[in-house]
């Protein structure tokens, strides 16, 4: 593989890769917890992250920009990332792990709203429709937590507050607009979030576990390998090689595909609510993504 481009890597591969990446990520974070504190999880998979971005960097004599305007998008992209993986990690003790891909969908919903208040990017009233079919959806899923306990909730809750934590971050990086290098901004990024969940950690109180189980040491493994490093490198690679409208069909296999995956290999039920607002949830998804493009597609047609 070219050190500079890398584009000799095949796009399908990547493209499957990502997919199977942003589907498996979210068990795996369930399964990190087990036996252990969530914050050892969290910390865990930042700290392997970190470590095997800056290899990557150094591997690749990637730049690494310091002047005050990086300093700036790399503090914003690590408050977003420790926001948004240490509310994942918390809330995934109370729900099941295809609700966390589920509720995720929603993130180019926030990702759009916080544009459009921020940096006044256009939202088309077929978008608008997009994200309350989606909001619908939530309160759908919602309203089917109690039968998981008196905290699923407050998972549901805190999943949803880490989706906007990557929204905002997103939508401020692009507001800097500066040109950090992407593979910079993720090693930097992912370091700051693990040296401020080794910081909530040590706050915490919480002492290093008694044991960790096979499965939650692989777990976290894979976690800081493959859905902080692999799946990101991997995304950035198709959508610089594929156009955004099929780019934008992974949010739309991942939730469904993460939910059997919780089915069959966890054991997590699937009941009808989940159904429905999983549906709606999608259905919304689609809406948002293609609205824009069918209303320039009629603008075309009319005389």
Same mark, same amino acid.
């Given at each position: 593989?070219?050190?500079?481009?890398? =584009? =000799?890597?095949?796009? @399908?591969?990547?493209?499957?890769?990502?997919?199977?990446?942003?589907?498996?990520?979210?068990?795996?974070?369930?399964?990190?917890?087990?036996?252990?504190?969530?914050?050892?999880?969290?910390?865990?998979?930042?700290?392997?992250?970190?470590?095997?971005?800056?290899?990557?960097?150094?591997?690749?004599?990637?730049?690494? @920009?310091?002047?005050?305007?990086?300093?700036?998008?790399?503090?914003?992209?690590?408050?977003?990332?420790?926001?948004?993986?240490?509310?994942?990690?918390?809330?995934?003790?109370?729900? @099941?792990?295809?609700?966390?891909?589920?509720?995720?969908?929603?993130?180019?919903?926030?990702?759009?709203?916080?544009?459009?208040?921020?940096?006044?990017?256009?939202?088309?009233?077929?978008?608008?429709?997009?994200?309350?079919?989606?909001?619908?959806?939530?309160?759908?899923?919602?309203?089917?937590?109690?039968?998981?306990?008196?905290?699923?909730?407050?998972?549901?809750?805190?999943?949803?507050?880490?989706?906007?934590?990557?929204?905002?971050?997103?939508?401020?990086?692009?507001?800097?607009?500066?040109?950090? @290098?992407?593979?910079?901004?993720?090693?930097?990024?992912?370091?700051?979030?693990?040296?401020? =969940?080794?910081?909530?950690?040590?706050?915490?109180?919480?002492?290093?576990?008694?044991?960790?189980?096979?499965?939650?040491?692989?777990?976290?493994?894979?976690?800081?390998?493959?859905?902080?490093?692999?799946?990101?490198?991997?995304?950035?690679?198709?959508?610089?090689?594929?156009?955004?409208?099929?780019?934008?069909?992974?949010?739309?296999?991942?939730?469904?595909?993460?939910?059997?995956?919780?089915?069959?290999?966890?054991?997590?039920?699937?009941?009808?609510?989940?159904?429905?607002?999983?549906?709606?949830?999608?259905?919304?998804?689609?809406?948002?993504?293609?609205?824009?493009?069918?209303?320039?597609?009629?603008?075309?047609?009319?005389?």
């Amino acid at each position: 593989m070219s050190r500079e481009s890398g =584009d =000799d890597l095949s796009v @399908p591969a990547a493209y499957i890769g990502v997919i199977l990446v942003w589907t498996t990520t979210p068990l795996a974070i369930k399964w990190s917890t087990e036996g252990s504190h969530f914050l050892f999880g969290v910390t865990g998979r930042m700290a392997i992250g970190a470590l095997v971005c800056f290899a990557l960097l150094a591997w690749r004599r990637g730049r690494l @920009p310091l002047d005050v305007g990086a300093l700036r998008a790399y503090l914003v992209c690590g408050l977003g990332i420790y926001g948004g993986m240490t509310l994942s990690f918390w809330g995934s003790q109370f729900i @099941p792990s295809g609700w966390i891909s589920v509720i995720f969908g929603l993130t180019p919903m926030f990702t759009g709203l916080m544009a459009r208040l921020w940096i006044s990017e256009p939202l088309p009233p077929g978008r608008l429709a997009g994200m309350g079919l989606g909001f619908v959806g939530l309160v759908v899923i919602y309203g089917g937590g109690a039968e998981f306990g008196p905290w699923a909730g407050a998972g549901i809750g805190a999943v949803v507050l880490a989706s906007l934590c990557q929204s905002a971050s997103a939508v401020w990086i692009k507001k800097l607009a500066l040109n950090v @290098p992407v593979l910079a901004m993720t090693a930097v990024g992912v370091a700051i979030a693990a040296v401020l =969940d080794a910081a909530t950690w040590l706050v915490s109180g919480i002492g290093w576990p008694a044991e960790v189980t096979t499965r939650a040491a692989l777990s976290i493994l894979y976690l800081g390998v493959g859905g902080s490093v692999l799946g990101f490198l991997l995304y950035f690679y198709i959508l610089k090689h594929v156009e955004a409208t099929r780019v934008a069909l992974i949010s739309l296999m991942t939730p469904v595909l993460a939910l059997l995956l919780g089915h069959f290999l966890n054991a997590e039920p699937l009941t009808r609510q989940v159904y429905a607002g999983t549906a709606l949830i999608l259905c919304g998804l689609l809406v948002f993504q293609f609205a824009g493009r069918v209303q320039r597609s009629i603008g075309r047609l009319r005389p």
